[in-house]
C-alpha cells in the first residue's frame, strides 16, 4: 500500500472544517515554517525534489528561486486550480474534500515567496468549490492562518479566489495571468517569465494545487524524508485521476514505485476493466500525452516493467513512451476507437485554442476535421499523411504548448494504431457500424488475471 | 436599463477589493458571472456596457473578453442548462448516449432552446469530472454518473422547481 501524505486524512469526518482540520495535525506546517524563515522553506522544497505536479513536471523549489526581489515591489503566488486537462480530476478532489490542506500550503508558500497577496485561479465550472475555498479562508481567518500578523510573526497575507470562465488555456501559467488581469487568455511570449513579470508586471510564482499542497508534508517531516519516497526524480507522491474504462474510477495518491500493471488491475486502485474486457490502449498522463497500446504501456519496449513515474512512463521517448503529465490516466478497453478517442481530443484542442498562433488555431481546426471524415467512413488515405503533416507543422511552432498538446495526441494514435485509421478508409461501412477491436495486435496481449 | 441592487453591489465591491488599486479591470470576468447570473442568464450588450461603466474600462475591453470564454452565453438560454460533456472520457463511458436521450425528450438539439424558455441543451468540452462520467453541469452543480433514468429525474425535478417558483 502506498503510503500517503496528502489524501491520508481526506476520509476523516468533518475534515473539511477548521477544527477537524486542526485537530488532526493540521497547520503545524505554518507555525514551522513561522520559525524557519523563508530562504529555509525554499532550501527544504529544493531538498525535496518536488517536481510541478500540474504536467509540466518542473522542480518546485528552484521555480521558487528564480522569483525577482526588486526593492518595493509586492510579489505574488498565484495557485493554477484551472484544472483543464481532460483526464485530470485530482485538484478537484483535493480543494473540495480537503480546502484546509491547499490554504495551509498556501501560507507557507506565501511566506516563503514574500507574497501578502496570494491569487487562486479557480476554473469556473468548479463554482461550488469557490465557495468551499472562500468559507475555509474565512475559518483560517478566525484563527489567524490567513490575514495580519499571521501567528504574530509580522507577515501578512490575504488569499483571493479568482474564477475563471471556461477556458483550458489559462493553465498555461502567462495565459492565467492574463486572464486575472481581467483578458483573453492569450499567452505571453516568454522571457520575461512570470518570476521576473508577471501578474501586473510584478514577480510571480504559478504553482499547480497539488504542488503547494505537496509543501505541507514537506515542511512537517522534511525536504530530505520526502524525498526517500518514491524513486530517482520522482520524489514524494503523486495524486493520479483514473478514469475511462476501469472498475474504480476516482483519484489515487501512489509512492511512484507501484508498476502501471498494478495500477490498472489491483483493487486497491482501478480494479481492473469491467465487464472482462482486456486492455485496449491507455493515456497516462491526461489527453496531451501519448497514447500507448497496452503492450508499450505495461512494458517498455526494452522489455522492461513500466512503473507509475515520471522517467518510467517517459521511457522510450515518444516512440515506445509517453509522459506522467498532469497524471489523468485514461483507460480503453477493446471495444473502444482509439479514432473517435482522438476525434474528442482533437475536438477539444480546437475549442480550446485562443488563436493566436495561426499553426495551432487553423492545424488544430484542420486535424478536428480529417479525423471526423475518417471516423464517419469517408475519409481517404492520404488524409493520415495529411494529419501527421499538419501535427508536424504545429509541435514547437507556436508560443504555448497548448499547440504541442494538440499535436501529441495526434501523432501517437498515428503511429500505434495506423492500421486502425486505415481500416476505417477501407471499410466505410464497417467503420460507421462497429469498432476495430483488438485487430491492431498481431500477437494476442498478455492479460494478467490478477495482480 | 436594469442594475445592481444594493446586495449585488455589495458583492461587486468585494470582488473589486481583491485586486491593488487601480488594478479594478482585473474583477472583469467574476463579475461578468455577477452580471449574468443577476440579469437572466446571458449577457446583453447593455449589460456589458453597464459592467464597463462600473469598472472604468471601455465597452470592447469587456467585449473581447466576454466573447472568449466558454462560460458567458451572448444570447438567451433557458432557465436550467443541460451542459453536457462530451470529451474523451465522458465519450468512452456513452455520453453519445445521453446526448441523444436528452435530445429525443426535450426536442432539441444541442445549442437549442425548447420553445417553452425552460431547458437549453449545450454540449461542452472537460469539465474535470471524468471519473464520474459521463455527466452534465446544471447551473452551480455538476450532475454526475449520468443514465437515461437520471436524465428523466433531473429535468422533472425542474419541472417541479420551475412550478414551485411560479
Known amino acids: 500500500m502506498s503510503q500517503k501524505l496528502l489524501l491520508d486524512k481526506a476520509h476523516v469526518e468533518g475534515i473539511r472544517t477548521y477544527d477537524v482540520y486542526r485537530r488532526e495535525g493540521g497547520y503545524r506546517a505554518v507555525e514551522k515554517a513561522i520559525k524557519m524563515g523563508p530562504e529555509a522553506i525554499v532550501e527544504e522544497v529544493k531538498k525535496s525534489g518536488l517536481r510541478g505536479r500540474g504536467g509540466a513536471g518542473f522542480p518546485a523549489g528552484m521555480k521558487w528561486s528564480f522569483i525577482a526581489k526588486p526593492e518595493g515591489v509586492p510579489r505574488h503566488l498565484v495557485c493554477n486550480a484551472d484544472e483543464s486537462e481532460p483526464g485530470t480530476f485530482k485538484d478537484r478532489y483535493l480543494m473540495e474534500f480537503l480546502p484546509h490542506l491547499l490554504i495551509e500550503g498556501l501560507i507557507v508558500s506565501s511566506f516563503a515567496l514574500g507574497s501578502n497577496a496570494t491569487y487562486i485561479y479557480i476554473r469556473g465550472e468548479y463554482a461550488w468549490i469557490v465557495d468551499i475555498l472562500e468559507h475555509a479562508i474565512e475559518e483560517a481567518r478566525a484563527h489567524n492562518f490567513v490575514g495580519k500578523n499571521i501567528l504574530g510573526s509580522g507577515f501578512d497575507c490575504e488569499i483571493y479566489v479568482h474564477r475563471g470562465a471556461g477556458a483550458y488555456i489559462c493553465g498555461e501559467e502567462t495565459a492565467l495571468i492574463e486572464s486575472l488581469e481581467g483578458k483573453r487568455g492569450n499567452p505571453r511570449i516568454k522571457p520575461p517569465f512570470p518570476a521576473i513579470q508577471g501578474v501586473w508586471l510584478r514577480p510571480t510564482v504559478v504553482n499547480n494545487v497539488e504542488t503547494l499542497a505537496a509543501?505541507?508534508?514537506?515542511?512537517?517531516?522534511?525536504?530530505?524524508?520526502?524525498?526517500?519516497?518514491?524513486?530517482?526524480?520522482?520524489?514524494?507522491?503523486?495524486?493520479?485521476?483514473?478514469?475511462?474504462?476501469?472498475?474504480?474510477?476516482?483519484?489515487?495518491?501512489?509512492?511512484?514505485?507501484?508498476?502501471?500493471?498494478?495500477?490498472?488491475?489491483?483493487?486497491?486502485?482501478?480494479?481492473?476493466?469491467?465487464?472482462?474486457?482486456?486492455?485496449?490502449?491507455?493515456?497516462?498522463?491526461?489527453?496531451?500525452?501519448?497514447?500507448?497500446?497496452?503492450?508499450?504501456?505495461?512494458?517498455?519496449?526494452?522489455?522492461?516493467?513500466?512503473?507509475?513515474?515520471?522517467?518510467?512512463?517517459?521511457?522510450?521517448?515518444?516512440?515506445?513512451?509517453?509522459?506522467?503529465?498532469?497524471?489523468?490516466?485514461?483507460?480503453?478497453?477493446?471495444?473502444?476507437?482509439?479514432?473517435?478517442?482522438?476525434?474528442?481530443?482533437?475536438?477539444?484542442?480546437?475549442?480550446?485554442?485562443?488563436?493566436?498562433?495561426?499553426?495551432?488555431?487553423?492545424?488544430?481546426?484542420?486535424?478536428?476535421?480529417?479525423?471526423?471524415?475518417?471516423?464517419?467512413?469517408?475519409?481517404?488515405?492520404?488524409?493520415?499523411?495529411?494529419?501527421?503533416?499538419?501535427?508536424?507543422?504545429?509541435e514547437g511552432n507556436t508560443i504555448c504548448p497548448l499547440g504541442d498538446a494538440a499535436a501529441w495526441p495526434v501523432a501517437a494514435a498515428i503511429r500505434h494504431f495506423r492500421d486502425e485509421f486505415e481500416w476505417h478508409v477501407f471499410h466505410p461501412d464497417e467503420a460507421v457500424k462497429r469498432n476495430y477491436g483488438l485487430a491492431h495486435y498481431a500477437d494476442a496481449i498478455h492479460v494478467p488475471a490478477t495482480v | 436599463m436594469a442594475k445592481f441592487n444594493d446586495t449585488q453591489l455589495t458583492e461587486f465591491n468585494r470582488l473589486v477589493s481583491h485586486y491593488p488599486e487601480g488594478k479594478q479591470k482585473s474583477a472583469l470576468l467574476p463579475v461578468l458571472h455577477l452580471a449574468q447570473d443577476t440579469f437572466g442568464g446571458w449577457l446583453s450588450t447593455e449589460t456589458m456596457d453597464y459592467v464597463a461603466e462600473l469598472l472604468h474600462i471601455a465597452p470592447i475591453e469587456v467585449y473581447e473578453v466576454a466573447t472568449f470564454y466558454s462560460m458567458y452565453n451572448l444570447k438567451p438560454v433557458g432557465k436550467y442548462m443541460f451542459e453536457v460533456c462530451q470529451t474523451g472520457p465522458c465519450m468512452l463511458n456513452g455520453c453519445d448516449n445521453i446526448i441523444a436521450y436528452i435530445t429525443d425528450k426535450l426536442g432539441i438539439k444541442a445549442g437549442e432552446t425548447t420553445p417553452d424558455g425552460m431547458f437549453t441543451l449545450k454540449t461542452v468540452e472537460c469539465l474535470g469530472a471524468c471519473g464520474y462520467a459521463p455527466m452534465m453541469q446544471l447551473g452551480k452543480t455538476y450532475r454526475e454518473h449520468l443514465t437515461k433514468e437520471k436524465v428523466d429525474s433531473i429535468i422533472d425535478e425542474c419541472r417541479k422547481n420551475a412550478a414551485a417558483n411560479n
Open chain 1, 215 to 394: 509543501v505541507v508534508p514537506i515542511i512537517n517531516m522534511g525536504g530530505e524524508e520526502y524525498a526517500k519516497i518514491g524513486v530517482g526524480k520522482s520524489t514524494g507522491t503523486k495524486l493520479m485521476s483514473a478514469c475511462g474504462n476501469i472498475n474504480k474510477p476516482g483519484v489515487y495518491e501512489i509512492d511512484m514505485t507501484i508498476s502501471v500493471e498494478e495500477f490498472i488491475y489491483s483493487d486497491e486502485y482501478c480494479g481492473g476493466i469491467p465487464n472482462g474486457k482486456r486492455l485496449k490502449a491507455c493515456i497516462p498522463g491526461g489527453s496531451s500525452v501519448p497514447i500507448l497500446p497496452a503492450n508499450l504501456l505495461l512494458k517498455t519496449a526494452k522489455g522492461e516493467t513500466r512503473y507509475m513515474n515520471y522517467e518510467s512512463l517517459s521511457d522510450g521517448g515518444f516512440a515506445t513512451g509517453s509522459m506522467m503529465g498532469s497524471g489523468g490516466f485514461i483507460v480503453l478497453d477493446e471495444d473502444q476507437c482509439v479514432v473517435k478517442n482522438t476525434y474528442t481530443f482533437a475536438r477539444f484542442y480546437r475549442h480550446e485554442s485562443c488563436g493566436q498562433c495561426s499553426p495551432c488555431r487553423e492545424g488544430t481546426g484542420w486535424m478536428e476535421k480529417l479525423l471526423l471524415r475518417l471516423e464517419n467512413g469517408a475519409g481517404k488515405l492520404s488524409d493520415i499523411d495529411l494529419l501527421w503533416d499538419i501535427q508536424r507543422k504545429i
